[in-house]
């Protein structure tokens, strides 16, 4: 039988083993729990590697997986917080990029269908579209209408990584998290060539730290994208896009009726300008679609603007003169 010493020097037979094993097993109950607590609102990540995406969506037409030892310029641009080319920002360690620039595809997607997914970790503000994005072929993003779908399924905290897709079609985009729809985005413009880009005011004025995993892109210019050429195209109420690895229900192209969550960005409670040029400047709003020669003010400023937008946190006037001009 093992013995034990205590600090009078005489032994001890090694009763107390359960003890120290109970001990032992509530000091790890509370570590778990103490692990778990903090990452308990994110959304568990999916596991996509388990998950052949092509064999869903067909061959890919874009895919980066960053296994070269530097970030492959020939595929991606890294661009400052005003939309100018930046000196560094990106590095690849371990088959990971870490970026903290804007990073954007140089190929544009032409098909009116795709489909495209990024597995990211990175702590940002609400919105997933600071993770993953898509920009129109003015650089911004496409004109239209926001709204959350089921609450806005939003992980900010960074801890893990998680699956972000984009479903864009002629009429919407649909941002996904983890295989669950999380915003949807009625365009106001159908169709148009298409830019992927990733950490887009994560912070809501500029790019932050980043990790990527990969990312990947599947297109068709008459259908949702599919591994199975001889498919039809889906009818008007067939589900788009298609269910995910985790199978939760997708979400039609109409808009939800029920309002957003006060907690999270609600686009659609916020007016939008008219179409033509208004008399009376209304105060600049993030997620309002505006028009050339719109009126906004910012901070008592008058300002009007130069370009039609869909405006976001982090685009305030006085940033973007390539936008907006001082009346």
């Not at 000091?27 to 308990?40: E, K, M, N, S």
């Not at 990073?103 to 600071?130: C, P």
């Not at 920009?135 to 699956?163: A, K, N, Q």
Request: proline share 10%; net charge negative.
């Amino acid at each position: 039988m093992h013995e034990a010493r205590h600090r009078t020097g005489k032994p001890s037979s090694w009763w107390i083993r359960p003890r120290a094993a109970a001990m032992l097993a509530v000091a790890t109950a509370g570590l778990a729990v103490a692990i778990w607590l903090p990452g308990r609102s994110d959304v568990a990540s999916a596991d996509v590697h388990k998950w052949d995406a092509a064999a869903y969506y067909g061959r890919s037409t874009f895919q980066d997986n960053f296994n070269e030892s530097a970030l492959d310029l020939s595929k991606w641009s890294l661009l400052r917080d005003d939309g100018g080319p930046a000196d560094g920002g990106a590095r690849i360690e371990g088959g990971e990029l870490h970026v903290d620039r804007l990073l954007r595809t140089k190929r544009s997607f032409t098909d009116a269908f795709g489909h495209a997914e990024a597995r990211i970790r990175v702590s940002r503000e609400n919105g997933v579209w600071r993770a993953f994005a898509v920009l129109d072929e003015t650089g911004r993003v496409p004109l239209g209408t926001l709204d959350t779908i089921d609450g806005g399924i939003d992980p900010t905290s960074g801890r893990t990584f998680h699956t972000y897709a984009i479903d864009w079609s002629p009429q919407t985009v649909i941002w996904s998290v983890d295989g669950k729809p999380s915003l949807r985005l009625q365009r106001s413009q159908p169709g148009g060539p298409l830019t992927l880009v990733l950490n887009m005011a994560t912070d809501g004025q500029s790019a932050t730290d980043m990790t990527v995993d990969f990312v990947r892109a599947f297109t068709c210019p008459t259908q949702p994208p599919s591994a199975d050429p001889s498919a039809s195209a889906p009818s008007s109420d067939s589900p788009w896009p298609p269910h995910s690895p985790s199978d939760s229900p997708a979400p039609s192209d109409s808009p939800s009726d029920s309002p957003s969550p006060s907690d999270s960005p609600s686009p659609s409670a916020t007016p939008s300008p008219s179409a033509s040029s208004s008399a009376t400047a209304k105060a600049w709003a993030a997620f309002v679609s505006y028009q050339v020669g719109d009126l906004v003010t910012y901070k008592g400023v008058t300002y009007r603007v130069l370009e039609a937008h869909t405006s976001l946190p982090g685009w305030e006037p006085p940033k973007l003169p390539n936008l907006f001009a001082k009346v």
